[in-house]
């Protein structure tokens, strides 16, 4: 069983960074693959990016590639989505998830998920 809790959202103007964050509880962290999902007001969860047991593999959804870095810190049981040359179109409610198999891009493959964190890109 892991819990997920995310942080770092906020306003940010078009053109910023914003570092997201999130914290899982429990020693199995490092034992999942993990993902951030974003939900844009009005539309569904979509795939951003994930990011394997071991970092060694990372995804990103073409939206996003060259501008955000998933990363994460199995020692601190932390994940991290840096975000930079943020978009308007970028606002979301952000969720991290944890599950088996990495690169998956599917909702339907986490099986943990935070409660998410909103981010606001003002133009």
């Known amino acids: 069983q892991v819990q997920l809790a995310e942080s770092g959202g906020g306003l940010v103007q078009a053109g910023g960074s914003l570092r997201l964050s999130c914290t899982a509880s429990g020693r199995t962290f490092s034992s999942y693959a993990m993902g951030w999902f974003r939900q844009p007001p009005g539309k569904e969860r979509e795939f951003v990016a994930a990011i394997s047991r071991g970092s060694s593999f990372t995804y990103y959804a073409d939206s996003v590639k060259g501008r955000f870095t998933i990363s994460r810190d199995n020692a601190k049981i932390t994940g991290y989505l840096q975000m930079n040359s943020l978009k308007p179109e970028d606002t979301a409610v952000y969720y991290c998830?944890?599950?088996?198999?990495?690169?998956?891009?599917?909702?339907?493959?986490?099986?943990?998920w935070g409660q998410g964190t909103q981010v606001t890109v003002s133009s």
């Open positions: 998830a944890a599950g088996m198999g990495a690169g998956r891009q599917s909702t339907a493959d986490y099986a943990y």
